[in-house]
């Protein structure tokens, strides 16, 4: 969390990657250090005990939601799309 909000205030697209476990405490880091809009992306939970072979899959499969998350548009206040974005299900 704390990398990408370096970079996002360098200028540089970032985005949190984190299994959807972890969507509300994410939400609520972005929020107590002032970037309730940082992207965020969500890949199923759990991921610790995956092989390496799940883990290239799932990486691959949450490739298209990253790319999104960093292309799409910085949001205003009111706008929520590259927040919380749903990685592979």
């Given amino acids: 969390m704390h990398d990408c909000l370096y970079f996002e205030g360098e200028g540089t697209p970032a985005v949190v990657v984190a299994s959807a476990e972890f969507r509300d405490a994410a939400e609520a880091q ?3 250090l002032g970037m309730p809009d940082l992207a965020r992306v969500f ?4 991921i610790q005990d995956r092989t390496d072979a799940e883990m290239h899959a ?3 499969a949450a490739c298209d ?13 009111s706008n929520e799309d590259r927040r919380n974005i749903d990685g592979p299900s």
């Fill in 58 to 60: 799932l990486a691959d």
């Fill in 30 to 32: 972005a929020r107590a």
């Fill in 43 to 46: 890949v199923p939970h759990p």
């Fill in 65 to 77: 939601a990253i790319i999104a998350a960093l292309t799409l548009p910085q949001p205003d206040t």
